[in-house]
C-alpha cells in the first residue's frame, strides 16, 4: 500500500507553531494549491483553488516555523491522515491532514518578488 503526497503551492497563512506536552515542536501550515482547467467563455482560464492542511513535528517544525511566512511557495512530501474527535455537544468532527515528512523552500522570498515586480 502506497500513502504518498506530494504538494506545491504557496502558504495561505503564517506557520502556527507549538509544542506538545513532551516539549516536541508541531507546525501547521495552510497551503494552497491551484488548477487551471481550460479558458471560459471570455478566454480566461478558469482556475480552481484547493486548500490542504500541513503538520509537521520535531525538526522540519521548527525549520518551518523560522524560515516561512505567508505567500512563500513551497515542496512538501508526505502522507495523509485522518484524525476524528467528537465535541462537546456530542458531534463528531473529521479532519484529513497532511504529515510532511519532508519540504523545500522554492523561488525567492514573497518580499523579494514584490521589490523585483
Known sequence: MINKVILIGRLAADPDVRLTQQGMPVT???LVTNTYSGKDDSGNKKEH???HRLVLFGRPAEVAGEYLKKG???YAEGRL???DWTDGAGVRHFSTEVVVDQFQ???PKPNE???AA
Open 72 to 74: 512563500r511557495q513551497i
Open 113 to 115: 518578488e514584490s521589490e
Open 81 to 83: 491522515q485522518t484524525r
Open 49 to 51: 483553488s484547493e486548500f
Open 105 to 107: 523552500m522554492l523561488g
Open 28 to 30: 501547521n501550515l495552510r
